[in-house]
C-alpha cells in the first residue's frame, strides 16, 4: 500500500513535506487520468472501430487489386484461346479471319470496361465462377455436348 507522506518518518523539514506532497498528488492525477481512460467505454469502442475499418479497408484493396489481376488474367486467356482457334483455321476466308479478329478486339475492350466498371462484389463473384469452370471442364464439356445433340435431334425432327 501506498505510505501517505505524514507516515513518512523521514521528512524532517516542511519543504521536504511539500515535496512530499506533490509528488502524491502528481502519483494520484495519473492513476485518476488511468482509471478515467479506462472507464471511457466510448472512446475505447471508437478506437477499436477505427481499427477494424482501417483492417477492413486494407483488406477489401487487396481483394481488389487481386480480382483486377485475375480480370486481367482471364482476359489474356480469352485472347489466347482466341489466337490459338485462329490459327487453328487458318484457311478460313478474309471475311471470316476479319470477324474473328473484330471479335477479339471487342472481347479485350470489354475486359478493360469490366475492370473499370464492375463492382467488387460482382467482379469476385465473376471469378469465383471462371475458378469452378476451369476446375469442372469436363462436365462442363459433357454438358455442351449433351447440349448440343439435344439440340441437333430436335433441330432433326422438326426441321
Do not use: I
Amino acid at each position: 500500500m501506498t505510505q501517505l507522506p505524514h507516515e513518512d518518518e523521514s521528512a524532517e523539514s516542511p519543504r521536504e513535506l511539500r515535496d512530499q506532497v506533490e509528488r502524491t498528488r502528481h502519483e494520484l492525477a495519473g492513476t485518476v487520468e488511468a482509471l478515467a481512460a479506462k472507464a471511457d467505454v466510448r472512446a475505447r469502442a471508437q478506437e477499436k472501430a477505427t481499427e477494424v475499418k482501417d483492417q477492413t479497408v486494407a483488406k477489401a484493396g487487396e481483394l481488389k487489386e487481386q480480382a483486377v489481376v485475375k480480370a486481367r488474367e482471364l482476359k489474356d486467356k480469352a485472347a489466347d484461346a482466341a489466337t490459338r482457334a485462329q490459327d487453328k483455321l487458318p484457311d478460313l476466308p478474309a471475311p471470316v479471319k476479319d470477324k474473328a479478329v473484330q471479335a477479339r478486339a471487342q472481347a479485350a475492350r470489354t475486359g478493360r470496361v469490366w475492370e473499370e466498371k464492375a463492382p467488387e462484389p460482382l467482379r469476385a463473384r465473376t471469378a469465383q465462377g471462371a475458378r469452378a469452370a476451369r476446375n469442372n471442364r469436363a462436365v462442363l464439356l459433357a454438358a455442351g455436348g449433351a447440349a448440343a445433340l439435344v439440340w441437333l435431334a430436335y433441330r432433326r425432327r422438326n426441321g
